[in-house]
């Protein structure tokens, strides 16, 4: 199956600061989604990006799919941007077949 | 509009112990989902379902069974608990097609000691 690494495995930012996580997927893919879960645990669904660029305020993701990455780009960094960060990809099957990565846990310090 | 909604929210259970957690979802999709997510690692499928009346069984099946009776409610359930299955369980929901966002439940804490 798909093999997914995500990278840092954690990040630690003074607030205001940017920061870049990075998805690599060993496969072809039609389905990339990035999550973040907060400290209760909640995942919310930042991005459906299998290709291209979309922003969403201070948060923006590239997925280069010919390369087999994709890109989490947080601006201006807060601290309830704090929590784990999670990449999903899915080739040819239904969403929620997807591969998580393990994660890049995010802490954001006043 | 409630989204996916999972109960119970925490769960302690004896070694041997039976229980079932209920998935429900008022978004009109036709897939669900049950993961679990163990310390430090991403989310593994259990088993999952494409529509009312059906089941598959996903990358860590064993010891889970699950039901889906109506299009709105996925239930997982598990028949005799062991320690190994002490780990936080979400539910998840998309639309039909593979070009869809999953819609994750809050989670269930469950402790089997």
């Known amino acids: 199956g798909i093999q997914v690494e995500q990278s840092p495995p954690d990040l630690i930012l003074q607030e205001g600061a940017n920061s870049t996580l990075r998805c690599n997927f060993s496969?072809?893919?039609?389905?990339l989604q990035w999550f973040h879960q907060n400290p209760w645990g909640q995942l919310i669904n930042l991005f459906y990006?299998?290709?291209g660029t979309k922003q969403n305020g201070r948060l923006s993701a590239t997925t280069v799919a010919t390369e087999r990455y994709s890109l989490l780009y947080i601006s201006s960094s807060q601290t309830t941007d704090s929590g784990v960060y999670f990449c999903?990809?899915?080739?040819?099957?239904?969403?929620?077949?997807?591969?998580f990565g393990d994660g890049t846990t995010l802490t954001v310090k006043p | 509009n409630a989204g996916v909604t999972q109960t119970p929210k925490f769960r302690v259970l004896k070694t041997g112990q039976s229980m079932t957690l209920l998935c429900a979802q008022d978004?009109?999709?036709?897939?669900m989902y049950w993961y679990r997510q163990d310390p430090g690692m991403g989310l593994r499928l259990i088993h999952y379902?494409?529509?009312?009346?059906?089941?598959a069984k996903g990358e860590v099946p064993d010891g889970y069974n699950v039901s889906r009776l109506k299009k709105q409610n996925f239930l997982l359930g598990l028949e005799s608990a062991a320690p190994s299955q002490t780990s936080v369980y979400f539910c998840?929901?998309?639309?039909?097609?593979?070009?869809?966002?999953?819609?994750f439940g809050s989670g269930t804490q469950l402790s089997v000691l």
């Open positions: 978004m009109n999709h036709e897939y």
């Open positions: 379902s494409v529509g009312e009346g059906t089941t």
């Open positions: 998840a929901s998309s639309y039909k097609t593979v070009n869809e966002k999953l819609f």
């Open positions: 496969d072809s893919v039609n389905n």
């Open positions: 999903a990809v899915a080739y040819n099957t239904n969403a929620g077949k997807s591969t």
């Open positions: 990006i299998p290709s």
